[in-house]
């Protein structure tokens, strides 16, 4: 059941009474008339009390009329616009009607049944409506009493062929008769009931009324029995169950209103009412379709106050899930901030590992002087070139490209080459100028220069490897796009993947098919120089 609170106004020929859901309870709120004079003291009690709940409506009256009609079979907007219109020859002086389809009829594949319902005189909804929109009330809905019973029926007796239900209200005695759990006739006696005794002699008189009309409608068969359920307050229904005396072709079934609203979970909230108004509010509450007869602009101030709560919902949402991301990010940079001490680390012992390689090979031995012959010149020189092409890879790129290698688990780097300026590429960037080797290498330097790019090599293997190439080709390419996202980064290209053991072992005969758990490959990274440099 809803939580919110809500009010119910429920409407019948002499009676009005306000109900209020509130708390988890039912509570009766007030009563008037039905008249000029109850509808001028329900003026005032509203515009009193001001209240901010959303308002349903109840009509329970004599002046409502069904209609079972056989109407073709058809789909979409052409079936609303039929319905509509047949609503509107039904019930042509009035704008409150409803339709409810019960679907196809057995025999009838291209035909089915509709229930048309409407007020056939308006002006005593229309007098109350007036009030309500006067006072800027919140109605929700305006809700028919018998199509609300006819719902209710599936809940008690789904099962029954030919039924009968009798509701005691507050304006009256509602009579209901199904076939299959259809509403074919529906009767309202405005009568005064006061007493278990009085109901109970009420509700026999109407009853034998009720099955002669049915009889007369050749609805009902003569001496048929037929299975009326009483839906019955609490005195009530001890009363009828303590009857012994049968009435002929009938067979009574008192239902405990309560015991069927706890059933259908709300009868807890019913509070001490002896009234079945309540209990109507409370069935409406657990309903879907909540709106019969009211217009769009009946509920226009209920529907915008709906929406702007929704709206606050949506905005509080995206505000949290704002939060939320906020937050991660945060926690993200803290933890590459608090690994960036140990990069450090790193990155300083590849860079003294890598001088005290590159001085070797310039002296022939670690730590020793070159001395001036022409041998070591030359040596010395070889090795100035190759520290400004392999320059120790800046800490900035080595960090991301860390940051990348911890999302890829099954990556491996093996080797990383800087290059500050264009490199041949292994000849391939060469081949392509058509110049020779020499004034080639320069020209591609000098263009690479300009683009204001670096260079990085880097070796990998895929690890493990169970020699499903697919695999690891897809694994590879997305630890290649991954660092083609990352800021800064022009291209990277894949140099080569790694070989299919199987292919291997054909095109060579003298291998045998083995099962490798690596997976070498290469990759080439081209990085803005203003981005990744050394400070």
């Avoid at 100035?384 to 080595?398: G, M, V, Y």
Wanted: aromatic residues 8%.
């Amino acid at each position: 059941m809803a939580t919110d609170s809500s009010l119910f106004i429920f409407l019948s020929d002499y009676i009005v009474t306000i109900y209020a859901w509130r708390d988890g309870q039912f509570s009766q709120q007030n009563r008037f008339e039905n008249s000029p004079a109850g509808q001028e003291a329900f003026g005032h009690h509203w515009q009193q009390t001001t209240p901010s709940e959303p308002v349903y409506l109840l009509v329970d009256m004599i002046e409502e009329e069904l209609h079972n009609e056989m109407v073709p079979r058809l789909f979409g907007g052409n079936r609303q616009k039929m319905l509509t219109g047949r609503s509107s020859r039904m019930f042509r002086n009035t704008p409150f009607c409803y339709n409810h389809l019960y679907g196809r009829v057995s025999g009838e594949e291209q035909k089915e049944q509709v229930l048309f319902i409407g007020l056939t005189e308006p002006e005593k909804l229309l007098a109350w409506l007036t009030i309500l929109h006067g006072c800027q009330a919140r109605l929700a809905g305006v809700v028919s009493v018998p199509v609300l019973c006819q719902e209710l029926f599936k809940k008690m007796a789904p099962g029954n062929q030919e039924a009968l239900l009798v509701s005691p209200n507050a304006g009256g005695l509602r009579q209901i008769f199904l076939h299959n759990g259809r509403m074919l006739v529906s009767r309202f006696s405005a009568v005064h009931l006061e007493g278990e005794r009085a109901v109970r002699e009420t509700i026999r008189q109407e009853v034998v009324r009720m099955r002669g009309y049915l009889e007369s409608l050749h609805l009902l068969s003569l001496h048929t029995p037929l299975d009326l359920f009483v839906l019955c307050p609490k005195a009530l229904h001890q009363l009828l169950s303590s009857e012994t005396e049968q009435v002929a072709h009938l067979n009574i079934h008192p239902v405990d209103a309560e015991g069927l609203a706890r059933r259908l979970g709300f009868g807890t909230n019913l509070g001490q009412n002896e009234q079945l108004e309540p209990f109507f509010c409370g069935f409406l509450l657990k309903q879907r379709q909540r709106n019969h007869y009211a217009r769009a602009a009946d509920t226009r101030i209920y529907r915008a106050l709906r929406l702007r709560a929704r709206l606050g919902t949506a905005s509080l949402s995206l505000f949290l899930v704002g939060v939320l991301v906020a937050g991660g990010l945060f926690w993200e940079g803290w933890r590459i901030q608090d690994s960036r001490p140990e990069l450090l680390r790193q990155v300083a012992q590849a860079q003294q590992a890598w001088q005290e390689v590159a001085v070797a090979s310039g002296t022939g031995e670690k730590g020793g002087t070159p001395s001036v012959g022409e041998g070591n010149v030359v040596a010395a020189v070889r090795t100035l070139d190759a520290l400004r092409q392999n320059a120790a890879t800046p800490q900035p790129l080595l960090i991301a490209i860390s940051q990348v290698l911890n999302w890829h688990s099954d990556i491996w780097l093996v080797g990383l080459q800087w290059f500050a300026g264009l490199p041949d590429r292994e000849g391939e960037w060469l081949q392509t100028t058509g110049l020779p080797a020499a004034e080639a290498r320069a020209l591609l330097r000098r263009e690479g220069q300009k683009a204001g790019l670096h260079y990085v090599r880097l070796q990998g293997q895929f690890y493990p490897f169970s020699g499903q190439m697919m695999v690891a080709n897809r694994r590879i390419q997305d630890f290649a796009d991954a660092l083609r996202g990352l800021p800064g980064v022009a291209d990277v290209a894949v140099l080569s993947r790694p070989e299919d053991p199987t292919q291997t072992a054909v095109l060579d005969s003298h291998s045998t098919l083995a099962s490798p758990t690596e997976a070498p490959f290469a990759l080439w990274m081209a990085v803005e120089a203003g981005r990744y440099r050394h400070e």
